[in-house]
């Protein structure tokens, strides 16, 4: 990197990536078990922190490109590169690929069984119709900003910086995106790894960050709104 404000912004952006986020993420998500059955504010007040943050991430993320000469939008994924047609196309695909799979799993919460994924996020699961509007903001803040920060920036600064191979800083970004779920254990943990090589891929693919970031919120949304709980989860914890 050229600037060395964009050098001293990334190392923090970075650092704070890969160990402060996935720390402070575990201790507010422990707190809210801890603290929602007895305070009704407690869902509305984290997931308030949490949009705060990630769109703080990416603030920071866009500043790095806007003060490094090497760096630009195409850099990062935020132009569309393919033609306008087979965007379309892909995002219908995807839209069919996403409804499908919240049909499946509904036919599984029906017969009691668990969703994949879904026990590691229990307590980010709205309860009222306000809770779901936050639930479904933060889906977007973090299909939005995630993908910015952590399949766009992060996959340039490692290419470009420190002159990583494409795979590779890819990679790398991957690791950095699983730490920041720390507050699902290990099966969260590797679930949303599952999630995040779809992502990477798709994003290598296209070099744009358009499907990532449209697919990342379908994937959030489907697991904090539209995925319901088994019902026997339901009725082995009544109220």
């Given amino acids: 990197m050229s600037s060395p404000l964009s050098l001293v912004l990334t190392v923090i952006l970075i650092g704070y990536l890969a160990v402060a986020s996935p720390l402070l993420g575990k201790r507010t998500y422990d ?7 007895q305070d009704p504010m407690a869902y ?3 997931f308030t922190l949490w949009s705060a943050e990630l769109w703080a991430l990416a603030a920071v993320a866009l500043l790095i490109v806007a003060v490094e000469p090497n760096l630009d939008a195409t850099d990062i994924g935020l132009v569309i590169t393919e033609p306008l047609d087979d965007t ?10 996403a409804t499908a799979a919240v049909l499946v799993f509904r036919r599984l919460a029906a017969k009691g069984r668990s969703i994949p ?47 990583l191979s494409k795979e590779v800083a890819a990679c790398c970004a991957l690791a950095v995106f699983a730490a920041g779920h720390l507050y699902q254990g290990r099966r969260g943990m590797f679930m949303v790894t599952l999630a995040g090589f779809g992502l990477t891929l798709l994003y290598l693919r296209t070099g744009s960050l358009l499907m990532p970031i449209l697919l990342h ?11 319901p709980q088994p019902r026997r989860e339901l009725v082995g914890n009544p109220g």
């Fill in 217 to 227: 919120a379908l994937i959030d949304l489907r697991g904090l709104l539209f995925t």
């Fill in 88 to 97: 379309l196309g892909t995002i219908a695909g995807f839209l069919v690929g």
């Fill in 44 to 46: 509305r007040r984290m």
């Fill in 31 to 37: 707190k809210l078990a801890r603290t929602r059955d």
């Fill in 117 to 163: 994924g879904q026990q590691a996020v229990t307590h980010l699961l709205p309860r009222t119709a306000v809770e779901r509007w936050y639930a479904a903001g933060l889906s977007v803040t973090a299909g939005i900003t995630e993908e910015i920060v952590f399949r766009g920036l992060l996959i340039a600064v490692g290419t470009g910086a420190l002159g």
